[in-house]
């Protein structure tokens, strides 16, 4: 079974209009499997055919590895087109595009050296502990919470958004100003920032008419992927640098919005159009991924609990006229434990198999890998189903891992304060209540 040549050129042609739209700010709304990826790299290509500099070009992803992977994949265009090689263009974050502003304003003077983003493990073992034992909260639980509590009001201007259930009991003033009085001067101690919080020091410095990223970078195209999980403050970055003369590419979907506790919001693409009046704006209704029973059922179920103001859509699944058509099978069960439902899942996988079906082909999405891993993999076992097990921690967040990274770190950078600070808690001996000492945070000063 293939899908025809015209109905490919049929999707492609919906792609490039998107792609080839020369309005200033560009919406487009691309449900999944219908292209978005394949769209924002043709984008790039056509502005580079018309003699856009590839310095002037910024891609923006939602995740570290989605900006990797849609640099990989303008990178491997170049390659497809049998172009030379020359500049890249650049594929980052929202937090890593803050960061090089603020940088490249010379706004980061306050600090002892270059800051770094905190990746989790270091914001759970390093910065949230310290936190705890220096205002005496004993767990992990607390720390975090006021954590978050603090990057809400920097992603949303406000402790309560609605995006977020409050912790209970909710987080007081008093939490709130231990936790300033401890942030500020352990952030320039490790010369460091908090995810949530570099976008709106931009966004501050951008509205008090301070800091101009478009000027300061020379940007005149800024393609934001997953348009749909940026939160209000992303919104106002990203808003800001259109208004200052980036034209905008935004591309994503409402109905995957996923992000709320992140505080994303779907409004950001819905309202696009409001926000940048006489864009343009494409709709990609061509479903290469999914059979027409399965889409069927996903749009049935979306329009049933529309959240307010979703956009419609119409996506048309490909294989309903492939050569030969595939209608596709959807099933539902509905059991009464755990061990029932994986007893389902490895059955349904092993005719599956038995069918005729390559294993690398079934994929078995889980809600909770916690609570639903071992008995899924008990139950693929006994039906002698071949499977990769659900991957442990990443080895980077292993001690031994986060140990080996910090050493690189600082063959890299010498003042990669945080690195410092983990090689210290990682010697035989030394704890958290001997790294929150000052004689330890002295020695950081002098390393």
Known sequence: MALRRDQIEEAERAQHAAAHDDREHVRVV???????????????????????????????????AAARDLERRIAGARTKRELDDGPAV????????????????????????DPVVLAQWELRNIFEAEFGKTVGINGVTRPEQIRRDHEAYCATGRYD?????????????????????FHRPRSQLYSCVLPGEVVARCVERMETGTLDPVELLKVEHLIVDEFQDLNPMDLRFVHGMASRGAQLFAAGDDDQSLYAFRHATPEGIQRFPHQRAGC????????????????????????TYAAPGRIEKNLVSLWADADPPVRGRLGAWKVRSGTAEANVIAVTCRRLIDAGMNPRELMILLSSTRAQASEIHAALTTAEVPFSPVREADVIDTDAGRTAYAILSIVVDPMNYVAHRTLLGARRGVGLGVCNEHRCRRYLLRS
């Open 30 to 64: 691309a449900g999944p499997g219908t292209g978005k990826s394949a769209t924002i790299e043709e984008r790039v290509w056509w502005l580079l055919e018309r003699g856009v500099k590839p310095d002037a070009i910024v891609a923006i992803s939602f995740t570290r």
């Open 90 to 113: 650049a594929a980052s974050t929202l937090h890593s595009l803050a960061l090089r502003v603020l940088r490249q304003a010379n706004a980061l003077t306050a600090y002892p050296a």
């Open 161 to 181: 958004p609605p995006s977020v259930v409050p912790p209970d009991p909710p987080i007081s003033e008093d939490e709130r100003v231990k936790f300033t009085r």
């Open 280 to 303: 343009g704006d494409h709709t990609l209704h061509h479903c290469f991924r999914c059979a027409p029973a399965v889409l069927d059922a996903a749009q049935s179920l979306m329009r």
